[in-house]
């Protein structure tokens, strides 16, 4: 049995720790909206797998009642993720493991930066789920993730697999980090992107409609080859395999239904989007690259416009 922090306990931390906790780990959730309700009903998943309910999980207000742990679990937003360091800190011990299922590009390196490269992994969720109402996750579709690590290091991608054995959830790993960040942006820049720029749509109206479903296959190919000119740049021998991915992102949208992406309720609800991470910061480095990526730029900027931190 492992002890894991939850840092960043919104649905997508919440719905990952409380999957390991249901496979017997000492899972610790650092929370803030929702400390009360959890403290008096629990957490509830109501999730297309089964519903199911952490009746007294252990909880936190400050990292600090928490302490070191086997493993952090960092689930934040980007928008807040300047926070992560000090929020992770004090659950560190010589032998922790930081795992960022987090989306955008630079998760990693920005979190080594404060913490150190070695016990930092990246974790890749492709799933669909949102927060219900406080203590409450809603689960509706998919929920596997593929983890890497921020070294490539096969043996520490070993421990990280161990850890979800049990667990309800279906995981792989990847050998190259930077390669399943970028395979990751194949679905997040066209689907949380377009969701907002084509007027608060669900992505099913996006795969309904043939010009957006063409404008995000577009924005597809412009990622990938951003992302393999990265891996070459960097001596790689990681690549993506563009129409096969490109095919996968498809296939499992066609069937998510009405689905509202984080972007799109973050934009409604009139919180920040995670414009850098997502969008501007790929376009950043295709730009270094010397990779045209025009519609990932335009919808950047139409999204910084639309930001609602903005305004």
Same mark, same amino acid.
């Given at each position: ?11 997508? &931390?919440? %719905? ?5 906790? +249901?496979?017997?780990?000492?899972? !610790?959730?650092?929370?803030?909206? #929702? %400390? #009360?309700?959890?403290?008096?009903? &629990? ?8 519903? *199911? ?16 742990? #086997?493993?952090?679990?960092? &689930? ?37 930066a404060a913490l150190? @490269?070695? !016990? ?6 492709? @799933?669909?789920?949102? !927060? ?7 689960? %509706?579709? %998919?929920? +596997? ?6 070294? #490539? ?7 990280? *697999? ?6 309800? =959830? ?20 066209? *689907?949380?992107?377009? @969701?907002? /720029?084509? $007027?608060?749509? @669900? ?14 296959? /577009? ?7 951003? $992302? ?13 395999? $563009?129409? /096969?991915?490109?095919?996968?992102m498809f296939t ?15 934009? =409604? ?17 295709? !730009?270094?690259? &010397? ?6 730029? +335009? ?13």
């Open positions: 049995m492992a002890t894991v922090a939850v840092i960043g306990a919104g649905a997508v &931390g919440s %719905y990952y720790g409380a999957r390991l906790a +249901q496979a017997g780990h000492d899972v !610790r959730f650092l929370l803030r909206r #929702d %400390y #009360d309700a959890v403290a008096e009903r &629990g957490l509830r998943i109501e999730s297309h797998h089964g519903d *199911f309910a952490l009746d007294r999980p252990t909880i936190a207000r400050d990292p600090a009642e928490i302490g070191p742990v #086997d493993w952090v679990l960092c &689930g934040l937003k980007t928008t807040s993720f300047d926070e992560a360091p000090d929020l992770i800190r004090p659950c560190l011990g010589p032998e922790t493991r930081v795992l960022a299922i987090v989306n955008g590009l630079g998760i990693e390196e920005r979190l080594a150190g @490269t070695e !016990r930092i992994f990246g974790g890749l969720a492709f @799933t669909c789920i949102n !927060r219900g109402e406080p203590g409450v996750v809603h689960h %509706y579709e %998919y929920g +596997q993730v593929s983890i890497a690590h921020l070294g #490539d290091d096969p043996a520490e991608l070993a421990l990280a *697999f161990n850890l979800w054995e049990g667990a309800a =959830v279906e995981v792989s790993t990847d050998p190259s980090v930077l390669r399943a960040r970028w395979e990751k942006l194949c679905w997040n820049v066209p *689907f949380n992107g377009l @969701t907002v /720029a084509a $007027g608060a749509v @669900t992505t099913e109206e996006i795969v309904t409609d043939a010009p957006l479903r063409a404008e995000a296959r /577009a924005l597809m190919e412009e990622v990938v080859a951003a $992302g393999n000119a990265e891996l070459a740049s960097r001596n790689s021998p990681e690549r993506i395999d $563009g129409e /096969a991915v490109i095919t996968r499992l949208t066609d069937v998510m239904g009405p689905y509202r992406p984080s972007t799109l309720i973050d934009f =409604v609800e009139g919180r920040a989007i995670e414009v850098d991470a997502i969008f501007a910061e790929p376009a950043r480095r295709a !730009r270094a690259l &010397g990779v045209p990526t025009p519609r990932l730029d +335009q919808l950047t900027a139409l999204l910084a416009r639309l930001d609602p931190a903005r305004r």
